[in-house]
């Protein structure tokens, strides 16, 4: 978990969007407070693995830093296609490249919503008799997912938790000026 937690944080200082290689956007440069929401989320995952043992809360912000990434992409498609509508768009879109600030916030965050999952499964599943299987591990997935989350005295579903999260996290990404 840490090294996953590590991974999405010094993703936030790497670059996500290069043009050929000159120019390089990290997350820092778009906004610094979505680089501090990553940096917290990335870490209280981690934490509420590690020491709170509330897999529930640590599947949720894995899953909320998830739905972050797949806005994010789509955002990133829809703005490129919208740049190659012109001459010269279609010169820079095609030197236009997700980097490497990416590919290690996946992996992290894959990474933290695995881990809950597994040791999850370890510590619930498998000493009942369980087996280690696909369908097991999906079982367990799905259940994570569907457990309440409790919030001082709030208690609402992890994927209901997962979404908020996810959706202020994109509204912290100021908008593009036109």
Known sequence: PYISAAMVIFSVFMPWISL????????????KG??????FIGTASAYTILKKKDYVLSAAMGHALLIF???AFIRYQVMISEMKKTIFGAMA???ISLDWGVLLFLVGTVNLCAVSVLLYMIE??????GAFTGDVLFRTW???????VKLASIEVPAWVYSLVIGILLVLLRPEERR
């Open 20 to 31: 050929g290689r000159m120019f390089d956007v990290t997350i820092m440069d778009i906004s």
């Open 34 to 39: 979505l680089m501090l929401a990553i940096i």
């Open 69 to 71: 990434a797949v806005i």
């Open 93 to 95: 879109g095609s030197a």
């Open 124 to 129: 619930q599943r498998l000493p009942q008799g």
């Open 142 to 148: 799905k259940e994570l997912a569907c457990a309440k």
